[in-house]
């Protein structure tokens, strides 16, 4: 299997299997699987019991089952390419069952009329007719047998070829090393990690299989709070800081034209209390979406400007750092602090104006992206470092702008709400305010839902809004078509729109342009030169824009709840009423209930909780974006016992070893280092 000369280790790339040529590559590298330990992490989202071969006459209606039967006839449906079904009519010795296949265009020559084949899914019987829908599937002879994983997949692989990889890897000696401490996993009773390993991939039985996901659950939230103790950009209770206090709030308090909202109040009075303080700020404020984070941030920018001391604002996007830099310019410059915007894209006049200010302290305030974190940047006299929507930031980068100062107050912001149960788990020492209040007279926007059949009606709710002068967005969950999963892509949207309606000014936005065209695209839409945009999720945090007030939401069920408020955030920014129109392509009780919980409330807190509930906390908040370990296996919520004693675990072990030195942590020390160089380039 081995390609000819190569000596394989955990470390070597995956081109160096064998039958991963550059395609293969590219696809396995779409999921962030790179090297050959990598595969070994890669788990498997559900398994296919093949262990028990049923008769289509045993079936029952709503059943998982696996069925070996011939293929009597194979039709085509309706349609063109991709997207034509394909029906086969397939008997065993006991009946017939028909298989369904959607978007099944180019699978048209996979199966062959008289030939055998073994069939796993999901069992209908409409009146004694009994049908499946695309199943997987394979050549009675190549059938597998045994509890075989199903895994996340990208376009261009297929299950069989996952299977074989992480069958191949396992078949090298020392790939797999223990990295937890003998005396830990004596004290918890875990297996070992080769054990645990093996046994999530391709388990033998149920307790094997549970007792391997166990270990591995300890193991992630073991990482997890272990990482948390020491990653870098932790600053750490106790760091010795100025004590700031001048009184520039209130003054800049004074000048707003509006009464802030308790919430608002109550963060303010945190941040300033921090900053009188002699121990360096380090905290969070969330708020939702229209909340007043700005003025929060404002005010404590104006307390240390107040004192003589500069402040840094850095956005995650070039657009956003200029909306930011206008907003701070039209209200701080009034009272006499000066401005400047620092991005990748100034001219060298401007970079070079900026920059002197800066340095000489004639410049009070900084705004822009992770330009402000270039070498060039020097500030004269900085104490105060905000971040906004601090998760789109590495921690490498976070930490290199606190670094142009001795010990600056951290103020960092996020309009993606944080249940209390996973702001404790991902931020353990850091103070969190949250503005839960909205301003008052802020219009709701108004939220539905639609099935597939319904998708007419929500577009004419967009184009009677275009037609008023108003703009829209259409979000779809993928860049451009796939074999592999049913749903809209951004591509496909955009082409059907614009052959539709070729006169609405329409563009195209997604992860895979350069940062520059993504701009461009964003800086028209921002200045109405475009009436409808349509992206991917993209658009979640980036660009204020007023006069948008229809966002569509194609194929609901493939986001989660706190993406999709977010995304429902970028409307409703204006005067006039707005509208999030979610459409479900396939219908099932959690695309309905996420649906239902959406179109009720708009408290971005609410709907984090249930966010938690419905899915749990794996993907909610991006734990790869802060440059902490990813949880795949692991919810510290439902594992809220598991993750305290894991948590223990790990703080006695730093307690007795704090940078994991002795020998016998080598193991878990090179496992945590080697977490933070894949995502930042740093080590802990």
Same mark, same amino acid.
């Given at each position: 299997?081995?390609?000819?000369?190569?000596?394989?280790?955990?470390?070597?790339?995956?081109?160096?299997?064998?039958?991963?040529?550059?395609?293969?590559?590219?696809?396995?590298?779409?999921?962030?699987?790179?090297?050959?330990?990598?595969?070994?992490?890669?788990?498997?989202?559900?398994?296919?019991?093949?262990?028990?071969?049923?008769?289509?006459?045993?079936?029952?209606?709503?059943?998982?089952?696996?069925?070996?039967?011939?293929?009597?006839?194979?039709?085509?449906?309706?349609?063109?390419?991709?997207?034509?079904?394909?029906?086969?009519?397939?008997?065993?010795?006991?009946?017939?069952?028909?298989?369904?296949?959607?978007?099944?265009?180019?699978?048209?020559?996979?199966?062959?009329?008289?030939?055998?084949?073994?069939?796993?899914?999901?069992?209908?019987?409409?009146?004694?007719?009994?049908?499946?829908?695309?199943?997987?599937?394979?050549?009675?002879?190549?059938?597998?047998?045994?509890?075989?994983?199903?895994?996340?997949?990208?376009?261009?692989?297929?299950?069989?070829?996952?299977?074989?990889?992480?069958?191949?890897?396992?078949?090298?000696?020392?790939?797999?090393?223990?990295?937890?401490?003998?005396?830990?996993?004596?004290?918890?009773?875990?297996?070992?990690?080769?054990?645990?390993?093996?046994?999530?991939?391709?388990?033998?039985?149920?307790?094997?299989?549970?007792?391997?996901?166990?270990?591995?659950?300890?193991?992630?939230?073991?990482?997890?709070?272990?990482?948390?103790?020491?990653?870098?950009?932790?600053?750490?209770?106790?760091?010795?800081?100025?004590?700031?206090?001048?009184?520039? *709030? +209130?003054?800049? $308090?004074?000048?707003?034209?509006?009464?802030?909202?308790? /919430?608002?109040?109550? &963060?303010?009075? %945190? #941040? =300033?209390?921090?900053?009188?303080?002699?121990?360096?700020?380090?905290?969070?404020?969330?708020?939702?979406?229209?909340?007043?984070?700005?003025?929060? *941030? +404002?005010?404590? $920018?104006?307390?240390?400007?107040?004192?003589?001391?500069? /402040?840094?604002?850095? &956005?995650?996007? %070039? #657009? =956003?750092?200029?909306?930011?830099?206008?907003?701070?310019?039209?209200?701080?410059?009034?009272?006499?602090?000066?401005?400047?915007?620092?991005?990748?894209?100034?001219?060298?006049?401007?970079?070079?104006?900026?920059?002197?200010?800066?340095?000489?302290?004639?410049?009070?305030?900084?705004?822009?992206?992770?330009?402000?974190?270039?070498?060039?940047?020097?500030?004269?006299?900085?104490?105060?470092?905000?971040?906004?929507?601090?998760?789109?930031?590495?921690?490498?980068?976070?930490?290199?702008?606190?670094?142009?100062?001795?010990?600056?107050?951290?103020?960092?912001?996020?309009?993606?709400?944080?249940?209390?149960?996973?702001?404790?788990?991902?931020?353990?020492?850091?103070?969190?305010?949250?503005?839960?209040?909205?301003?008052?007279?802020?219009?709701?926007?108004?939220?539905?839902?639609?099935?597939?059949?319904?998708?007419?009606?929500?577009?004419?709710?967009?184009?009677?809004?275009?037609?008023?002068?108003?703009?829209?967005?259409?979000?779809?969950?993928?860049?451009?078509?796939?074999?592999?999963?049913?749903?809209?892509?951004?591509?496909?949207?955009?082409?059907?729109?614009?052959?539709?309606?070729?006169?609405?000014?329409?563009?195209?936005?997604?992860?895979?342009?350069?940062?520059?065209?993504?701009?461009?695209?964003?800086?028209?839409?921002?200045?109405?030169?475009?009436?409808?945009?349509?992206?991917?999720?993209?658009?979640?945090?980036?660009?204020?824009?007023?006069?948008?007030?229809?966002?569509?939401?194609?194929?609901?069920?493939?986001?989660?709840?706190?993406?999709?408020?977010?995304?429902?955030?970028?409307?409703?920014?204006?005067?006039?009423?707005?509208?999030?129109?979610?459409?479900?392509?396939?219908?099932?009780?959690?695309?309905?209930?996420?649906?239902?919980?959406?179109?009720?409330?708009?408290?971005?807190?609410?709907?984090?909780?249930?966010?938690?509930?419905?899915?749990?906390?794996?993907?909610?908040?991006?734990?790869?974006?802060?440059?902490?370990?990813?949880?795949?296996?692991?919810?510290?919520?439902?594992?809220?016992?598991?993750?305290?004693?894991?948590?223990?675990?790990?703080?006695?072990?730093?307690?007795?070893?704090?940078?994991?030195?002795?020998?016998?942590?080598?193991?878990?020390?090179?496992?945590?280092?080697?977490?933070?160089?894949?995502?930042?380039?740093?080590?802990?």
């Amino acid at each position: 299997m081995v390609k000819k000369n190569e000596i394989i280790s955990a470390s070597s790339p995956l081109s160096s299997l064998k039958g991963v040529g550059p395609k293969k590559a590219e696809a396995l590298s779409r999921l962030g699987l790179e090297r050959v330990s990598q595969i070994l992490s890669h788990f498997p989202r559900s398994y296919e019991d093949m262990r028990s071969l049923k008769s289509i006459s045993e079936l029952a209606d709503g059943e998982k089952a696996l069925v070996r039967a011939r293929v009597l006839l194979v039709t085509q449906g309706r349609g063109f390419g991709r997207n034509r079904t394909l029906r086969l009519l397939t008997e065993d010795m006991s009946g017939r069952m028909e298989v369904l296949f959607f978007k099944a265009g180019y699978m048209s020559r996979a199966f062959r009329q008289g030939e055998e084949y073994s069939f796993f899914g999901k069992v209908k019987n409409e009146n004694g007719r009994i049908l499946m829908f695309h199943p997987s599937f394979s050549p009675a002879a190549e059938g597998e047998e045994g509890i075989l994983p199903v895994y996340p997949l990208s376009r261009g692989l297929s299950q069989k070829d996952m299977r074989k990889l992480v069958r191949e890897v396992l078949s090298f000696p020392d790939v797999i090393e223990e990295q937890l401490p003998a005396e830990i996993i004596a004290k918890e009773k875990l297996c070992g990690r080769e054990y645990a390993i093996r046994n999530i991939h391709f388990p033998e039985d149920e307790d094997k299989y549970h007792e391997a996901r166990y270990r591995l659950v300890f193991e992630e939230l073991f990482d997890l709070r272990a990482a948390l103790m020491l990653s870098a950009d932790r600053f750490g209770a106790g760091r010795k800081g100025r004590s700031v206090s001048s009184g520039g *709030a +209130e003054r800049f $308090i004074e000048t707003l034209s509006f009464e802030l909202t308790g /919430a608002q109040k109550r &963060a303010i009075s %945190e #941040i =300033l209390s921090d900053m009188k303080s002699d121990t360096a700020m380090n905290r969070l404020v969330q708020g939702d979406v229209g909340s007043g984070k700005t003025a929060v *941030a +404002e005010a404590a $920018i104006s307390e240390a400007v107040g004192a003589g001391l500069q /402040a840094a604002f850095m &956005a995650p996007t %070039e #657009i =956003l750092a200029s909306q930011h830099f206008e907003s701070l310019s039209r209200d701080l410059e009034p009272l006499g602090m000066r401005t400047a915007l620092i991005t990748g894209s100034m001219n060298a006049s401007e970079r070079q104006a900026a920059l002197k200010g800066l340095s000489d302290g004639s410049i009070n305030v900084a705004v822009g992206t992770h330009a402000l974190i270039s070498e060039s940047v020097r500030f004269k006299d900085l104490a105060l470092v905000i971040t906004d929507e601090q998760h789109r930031f590495g921690v490498n980068q976070r930490k290199k702008l606190s670094e142009k100062s001795d010990n600056p107050d951290v103020l960092v912001m996020t309009a993606t709400p944080i249940p209390r149960t996973l702001a404790v788990v991902l931020y353990g020492d850091l103070d969190v305010s949250v503005i839960d209040e909205l301003p008052a007279g802020r219009k709701p926007v108004k939220t539905l839902s639609f099935g597939e059949g319904e998708r007419g009606d929500a577009y004419k709710i967009l184009l009677s809004e275009v037609g008023e002068g108003r703009q829209g967005y259409i979000v779809a969950p993928f860049i451009e078509d796939s074999e592999s999963v049913n749903g809209r892509s951004a591509e496909e949207l955009y082409q059907s729109f614009t052959d539709e309606h070729p006169d609405i000014s329409c563009a195209l936005l997604h992860g895979g342009m350069k940062q520059g065209e993504k701009d461009a695209v964003m800086r028209d839409y921002a200045e109405g030169k475009t009436s409808v945009l349509i992206s991917t999720v993209v658009i979640e945090v980036g660009i204020n824009v007023p006069n948008a007030s229809v966002m569509i939401i194609e194929n609901s069920e493939r986001f989660g709840l706190a993406q999709m408020h977010q995304l429902r955030g970028r409307v409703g920014r204006g005067a006039a009423q707005s509208w999030c129109l979610l459409i479900i392509g396939e219908e099932s009780e959690i695309a309905k209930s996420r649906a239902e919980i959406l179109c009720s409330t708009g408290d971005g807190f609410v709907i984090a909780e249930s966010d938690l509930e419905l899915r749990g906390p794996g993907e909610f908040f991006g734990f790869r974006q802060h440059g902490l370990p990813q949880l795949t296996l692991a919810d510290p919520v439902r594992h809220a016992g598991l993750a305290s004693k894991a948590g223990k675990a790990a703080e006695e072990l730093i307690k007795k070893d704090p940078s994991l030195s002795a020998p016998e942590n080598a193991g878990l020390r090179s496992r945590l280092d080697e977490i933070f160089v894949n995502i930042d380039g740093i080590t802990i």
